[in-house]
């Protein structure tokens, strides 16, 4: 009988001292009751509580938690199906308002998100819910954290995990990218193609300029040679002529010429007998024998006077 009374005694103690005292971890807080009613929301820390008057009635996680929101369809302004899922983040701020007001303010904060999520979902297309899904998630925070502000809680923010469109709107939207990249490879070819045939056409363009210019600066280039030639020819002509003329204004010149012309007379009228086939005498054998005679005369005047002609006639 002594160990069963014992027993009993040691539950006794243990159901008093849990009943009389608590202790509330630092990442919640505690809602205690007192008959069934509100009493306080217990912080952090060791409290005391009145035995089989006071209970802790519910237990709030304080820290921000992360709630996965299941797949559901929407429909776009479009008309097309689309599978979305998400995360909201939410955190309880007053400990009453979750235990009193809600019954499962996680459950509630689900329902609600999706809710939430269709009804934004419906109001764009489908390309702008994939463009613009920061728009879409600062919409469904602000909706939902206005519809769980009795809740005693915090929707801190939302993100949309995925958004899968069905497998026949996959389908088309991969022909119609599979169209667009299409188009912009045939863009690229025929630009490439233009951009090349520019590059061509303006490079047999310079090489024509640049042909046409160098011939024209080879004509130049001859036209300047031809007249530099012929200025050089001339002035050595005329410097020629100058000699020429000075040597005959000289003392003596004159018979220097008549002797000159002379003897080129003879010299061609030896060769026309010697290559003739019949007998040339000259018309005028009295001019001739005069002729002679006054060469003679030009001889003796030029061998008086050697130092008026010119180097190539003197003779030795």
């Known amino acids: 009988m002594i160990p069963f009374f014992a027993t009993i005694g040691f539950l006794g103690v243990v159901f008093f001292v849990t009943r009389t005292f608590i202790v509330v971890s630092e990442r919640e807080n505690v809602v205690k009751e007192r008959l069934g009613k509100f009493q306080g929301v217990l912080q952090p820390g060791f409290h005391f509580m009145v035995p089989l008057l006071d209970r802790a009635a519910y237990r709030q996680e304080m820290r921000e938690q992360a709630i996965d929101v299941p797949p559901q369809m929407c429909i776009t302004k479009d008309n097309i199906q689309v599978e979305v899922d998400g995360i909201v983040y939410i955190k309880v701020g007053d400990a009453k308002d979750a235990s009193y007001n809600i019954a499962d303010y ?21 390309d702008e ?50 169209a667009e990249r299409q188009k ?12 090349a045939k520019i590059a061509v056409s303006e490079g047999e363009r310079i090489e024509a300029v640049n042909l046409s210019e160098g011939e024209r600066q080879k004509r130049i280039n001859e036209a300047t040679g031809r007249a530099q030639e012929i200025r050089l020819i001339a002035d050595a002509n005329a410097k020629a002529l100058a000699l020429v003329a000075d040597a005959i204004r000289a003392p003596g010149g004159d018979s220097a010429v008549k002797m000159q012309l002379a003897e080129q007379y003879l010299v061609e009228l030896g060769r026309i007998l010697e290559h003739a086939d019949v007998s040339v005498v000259p018309a005028q054998i009295a001019q001739v024998k005069a002729f002679f005679e006054g060469m003679t005369k030009v001889q003796g005047a030029m061998g008086a006077t050697p130092a008026a002609l010119p180097p190539t006639q003197r003779r030795g």
Request: net charge positive; glycine share 4%.
């Open 129 to 178: 819910t994939f463009s613009e899904r920061e728009k879409m998630n600062t919409s469904i925070v602000r909706e939902i954290d206005k519809a769980s502000e009795p809740w005693g809680i915090k929707v801190l923010r939302y993100e949309i995990k995925g958004i899968t469109p069905s497998p026949r709107v996959i389908e088309t939207m991969e022909k119609q990218m599979e």
């Open 184 to 195: 912009r490879a045939q863009v690229t070819i025929s630009t490439g193609n233009k951009e």
């Open 106 to 126: 996680r459950v509630a904060a689900i329902n609600l998100a999706q809710t939430t999520m269709r009804s934004e979902i419906g109001k764009l297309n489908l």
